[in-house]
């Protein structure tokens, strides 16, 4: 199994930008589907970007869109999600997450918590108005 650790966390002022790091141990090109999730108090887990790698597909959370962005570093044990206008909603527990998955898994499938083996810790997001 990839060892997930996320990081990058931290308090922001609305309108505030975040760039969160996933660090994979044990990370392969087989693990080519990659997701950030977030989990604020009271609330279900969401999916906010996805990633597959082998095919080059993005997908994000209509919530999102426009303001985040997934990407991946060149040895590929890092993914990154970079946050902009971070909105008071934004704030959440962040969590990645990677599986080895097909080329053929596209669109809301990509932030889809079920396709998911492997998890980290989570980072935690605080965005003040």
């Known amino acids: 199994q990839v060892q997930l650790v996320e990081s990058g966390g931290g308090s922001v002022q609305a309108g505030g930008s975040l760039r969160l790091s996933c660090a994979a141990s044990?990370?392969?090109?087989?693990?080519?589907?990659v997701g950030w999730f977030r989990q604020a108090p009271g609330k279900e887990r969401e999916g906010v970007a996805g990633?597959?790698?082998?095919?080059?597909?993005?997908y994000y959370a209509d919530s999102v869109k426009g303001r985040f962005t997934i990407s991946q570093n060149n040895a590929k044990n890092t993914v990154y999600l970079q946050m902009n206008s971070l909105k008071p909603e934004d704030s959440a527990m962040y969590y990645c997450a990677a599986q080895r998955c097909a080329s053929w898994v596209l669109g809301p499938t990509l932030i889809d918590e079920h396709i998911y083996n492997s998890w980290g810790q989570g980072t935690q997001v605080t965005v003040s108005s």
């Open positions: 044990g990370y392969t090109d087989s693990s080519n589907c």
């Open positions: 990633f597959n790698t082998g095919r080059g597909s993005e």
